[in-house]
C-alpha cells in the first residue's frame, strides 16, 4: 500500500475554509484515495473518496493533481463539530488493507 | 439501516484471561475487517473476512488472536491468554463487495479492551 504522509494537526476558526493535503508519492495506477474522520470514542467515517481531478459531495470536496502524488480535502465552513481526526488512505480495490497513518488532527475553534 | 456494530463496548480482564468481541457488519455486507490501535499508535489491519473466509489475516500479530464468522454474518475475535500489549480498540468494519471500485468501509464504534 502506498503511505501517506499529512500534518499532525491544524487548527482553525468556525466558518472557515479548511484545506487539508496528503502526500501519497508512491501511490500506484490502481490506488484510489479516500478520506475518513474520526471523532473521539467513535469508529472512523467515510468521507469522500476520488481518483483523480476534483470530487464533491455534500460534506467536502478532493482535489486530486494529475500526477496523483497528493491530494487536498477541503472542508468549507468549519464548525466546532467538525473538530476530529482526519485519515488519508491510499489503497487498491476492497482496500483490503487499509493504512491510516497518523492523521491530522483538526481542532476548529469558536 | 443499522451501522456496524460491536460488543462489548469496554472490556477490562487480567492478564492471562480470554476475551472475546463480537462484530456485527451491516446486514449484507460480505467483507468483514478487523483492525486495533494500541495506545499512542496508529489503527491497524488485523485480518479480512469475505462471508466465512479468511482472505486475508497477516496483520495478526500472534496465535492468541482468533477470528472466526460462522456462516458468514457476525465475527468473534478471541484473545486467549490476555496480555498487557493486547490493550486497546478493537475495530470491526464492513464492506458490501459490490463489484465495483467504490468500495467503502463502515466502522463500527470499537471494543475497548483493557488488559491489567
Known amino acids: 500500500l502506498a503511505k501517506t504522509t499529512q500534518p499532525i494537526s491544524m487548527d482553525s476558526y468556525e466558518g472557515q475554509e479548511v484545506n487539508i493535503t496528503c502526500s501519497h508519492n508512491n501511490i500506484a495506477t490502481n490506488d484510489y484515495i479516500t478520506w475518513y474522520q474520526q471523532f473521539p470514542s467513535q469508529g472512523p467515517r467515510f468521507i469522500i473518496q476520488g481518483y483523480k481531478t476534483k470530487v464533491t459531495n455534500e460534506v467536502a470536496s478532493l482535489f486530486i493533481p494529475a500526477d496523483r502524488k497528493s491530494s487536498t480535502l477541503s472542508l468549507p465552513r468549519v464548525s466546532l463539530s467538525d473538530t476530529a481526526v482526519y485519515y488519508c488512505l491510499v489503497g487498491v480495490y476492497n482496500f483490503n488493507k487499509f493504512y491510516f497513518g497518523s492523521g491530522t488532527k483538526l481542532n476548529v475553534k469558536p | 439501516e443499522a451501522g456496524v456494530t460491536q460488543f462489548p463496548s469496554h472490556s477490562v480482564i487480567e492478564k492471562g484471561q480470554t476475551v472475546t468481541l463480537r462484530c456485527d457488519p451491516i446486514?449484507?455486507?460480505?467483507?468483514l475487517y478487523w483492525y486495533r490501535r494500541v495506545m499512542g499508535k496508529e489503527i491497524k489491519f488485523l485480518l479480512h473476512?469475505?462471508?466465512?473466509?479468511?482472505?486475508?489475516e497477516s496483520g495478526m500479530p500472534n496465535n492468541r488472536f482468533l477470528a472466526e464468522r460462522t456462516g458468514g454474518t457476525y465475527s468473534t475475535l478471541k484473545v486467549q491468554p490476555a496480555e498487557l500489549e493486547d490493550s486497546g480498540v478493537y475495530f470491526c468494519?464492513?464492506?458490501?463487495?459490490?463489484?465495483?471500485?467504490?468500495?467503502?468501509?463502515?466502522f463500527g464504534p470499537g471494543t475497548r479492551l483493557l488488559v491489567l
Open positions: 468494519a464492513s464492506s458490501q463487495n459490490s463489484g465495483t471500485v467504490q468500495e467503502t468501509q463502515y
Open positions: 473476512f469475505v462471508k466465512e473466509s479468511k482472505q486475508d
Open positions: 446486514s449484507g455486507h460480505d467483507n
